[in-house]
């Protein structure tokens, strides 16, 4: 089973912009779906973006169509979220999460989740 890691979060001021990124370890990394989900203290974990095993296709959530982007390199067993344009309503714990079969929204439908990273955007 595929283990990740996340990195790149941190503090950055409205309107900046963040790259994250999620390290798998293990083989067969392209069969994977991956996901981007998020968590702002006191609410619910919620959908950011996911990606296809070849990359080739993608989804937002509303909230972050236009300026966030998820990609991945498979070569190098990586997926990115660039987060531009960052808004404080942003602020959040940001996991990466694995899909071995299902491409959705649903956080039941990923089976491996990263530790996460905190991603601060300061007014």
């Known amino acids: 089973q595929v283990q990740l890691v996340e990195s790149g979060g941190g503090l950055v001021q409205a309107g900046g912009s963040l790259r994250l990124s999620c390290v798998a370890s293990g083989r067969s990394f392209s069969s994977y779906i991956m996901g981007w989900f998020r968590q702002a203290p006191g609410k619910e974990r919620e959908f950011v973006s996911r990606?296809?095993?070849?990359?080739?296709?993608?989804y937002y959530a509303d909230s972050v169509k236009g300026r966030f982007t998820i990609s991945r390199d498979n070569a190098k067993n990586t997926v990115y979220l660039q987060m531009n344009s960052l808004k404080p309503e942003d602020t959040a714990v940001y996991y990466c999460?694995?899909?071995?079969?299902?491409?959705?929204?649903?956080?039941?439908?990923?089976?491996?989740w990263g530790q996460g990273t905190q991603v601060t955007v300061s007014s």
């Open positions: 990606i296809h095993r070849s990359g080739t296709s993608t």
């Open positions: 999460a694995a899909s071995v079969l299902y491409y959705n929204d649903r956080s039941t439908s990923y089976s491996t």
